[in-house]
């Protein structure tokens, strides 16, 4: 949640939307001791599934630039 706040500049939140993503247990399988964050990004007009889907190329670059700063964080308090 610091991540994506200090990435977009306002405060983070979460949102349940329910669904579910079938490769992520595949993953935890293959992996068991491996922990699974999984996020996603949209924006109003994202029309997420549709065969218009789209991301404004601001909130991608806000994306990578969260992930590097969790990363960050996680390496220097040995998490990493």
Known sequence: MWALGEAWGVPAVETGI???IP???DL???YPDV???VTG???PDSRAH???ES???EDFRNAIVAEA???ARLNEDGLA
């Open 41 to 43: 990004v949209e924006d």
């Open 28 to 30: 935890t399988e293959l």
């Open 55 to 57: 991301l404004h190329l």
């Open 18 to 20: 329910g669904g579910s």
């Open 50 to 52: 549709s065969a218009n």
């Open 23 to 25: 490769f992520i247990a």
């Open 35 to 37: 922990q699974i964050l």
């Open 69 to 71: 700063l969790m990363l």
